[in-house]
């Protein structure tokens, strides 16, 4: 039996259709997964359903009723639940706190933890209602999102990239949980870019290109691959790694104990390892575990004990960013926009973000704007960034190009080092196979690629060795060679943590 039926939803923006005639249905009590590369239009349709966004033409019908939420809150009395891929919670309020924000009219704090403590119990979310949120690890922190959810009772909860930032053991608990929402008649709309994920739970997917509804498959009859293929619409080039061939050390980290910045942060304790020219080095943590303050300590947005950090043969633990830079140490952080990009600058502007000096893109104070344009122009062919012009601003790419135009920047400004937080996250298969090639010829050209990442199949693709960083330390460098998923997962939980 149909839950929701969407007819010829079309949705569009100047100079795009977002969503153009999308037709299809999601039935009780089914785990439907909605496929396709960045850019598809799967985020504008999820927001129409959940309507935060309102289509320009078309219908869509609830348990056979005509639906037509004109806000968040029409939706979630219908019935509509969503939990987002940026969790939405105030650090410095309890858990109880934070769901009853969300509520209509919520009961007291009381009943609410005890509503909490039982709805966590019964779907196996472990939770403690009075725990400050600034205090949870980011799997909790899903936890409390699912289950501001849940105390709804929603017909439909939709899913936007779930287990982008859980170990593989957080991912089994999910699973069990939507499973047992399945099975109680509950309907689940789940998006993700790990087709491997998508087999194993969903039953059906739907699958846009470029805003429309180019079919549907059963997950479980298809590989990964042609799923993407599907996605993109053409064949899908894996990553090819060459015989590792290292050099000498060219980044050399020491004893390196950082305090967060951050009251919420992990501070950073005796980080030790050393980065050797060639080499492709995984950082595996979940989020929150000192992967930002790491990332700082890298790049000279904190700066260190001088002696600590050593790029070849130059300490540089004082040194700023523009001086890491100049010697060869780039890097590409994990927020797109907001830190590595400025959302309204263009794309041209932005290459002077982190290509000024090194790229000579200005003199005596003033820019050379026709420097910056043909350095953009260059990003964008060699590193395929869809975009009309690098006139355009960086807010108005989606995210797997912007990903690709941030990268693409720091890569073709021939780093000695490179350091890039969560290179692929959100990113759909093909522009991810795409940057992952980019980072192994990298290595394979003499530089040092250090991979901060949550994606584990990522970091067993590319990597030459790696480590896990939990609470702020690190684990013995071992060779990525021969080490399963589940031994990962498990020193990600803080198992073996030198």
Known sequence: MTL?????????YP????????????????????????????????????????????????????FTPTEPRTARLAGIAMVFQHFSLFEALSVTENIALGMENPPSLIILSDKIRKVSSKYGLSLDPKRLVGDLSVGERQRVEIIRCLLQDPKLLIMDEPTSVLTPQEV????????RLRDEGTSIL????????????????TILRRGKVIGTCVPKNETAKSMAEMMVGSKLKSPKKSKANFGMPVLEVDELTLKSLDPFGTSLKNVSFNLRSGEVMGVAGVAGNGQDELMFALSGETLTDKNSIKLENEFIGQS?????????LLTAPEERLGHAAAPEMTLAENTLLTGFQRQKLG??????????IAFAEKIVQKFDVRTPSVRNGAKSLSGGNLQKFVIGREILQSPRVFVVNQPTWGVDAAAAAFIRQALLELAEGGAGVLVISQDLDELMEISDSFMVLSEGKVSKPRPAKGITIEEIGLMMGGTEIA
Request: charged share 30%.
């Open 172 to 179: 089994e608990t999910l699973f069990l949980t939507l499973r």
């Open 190 to 205: 789940y998006i993700s870019h790990k087709l491997e994920e998508i087999k194993v739970l969903c039953e059906r997917a």
């Open 320 to 328: 700023n960013p523009v001086q890491r830079r100049l010697l060869g």
């Open 15 to 66: 100079g795009v259709i977002a969503n153009d005639d999308i037709s299809f249905e999601v039935d009780k009590g089914e785990i439907h997964a909605l496929l396709g590369e960045n850019g598809a239009g799967k985020s504008t349709l999820v927001k129409m359903i959940y309507g935060l966004v309102q289509p320009d033409f078309g219908m869509m019908r609830l348990e056979g009723k005509g």
């Open 363 to 372: 003199r005596r104070g003033f820019l050379n704007k026709s420097g910056a």
């Open 4 to 12: 929701i039926r969407l007819d010829n939803l079309t949705k569009a």
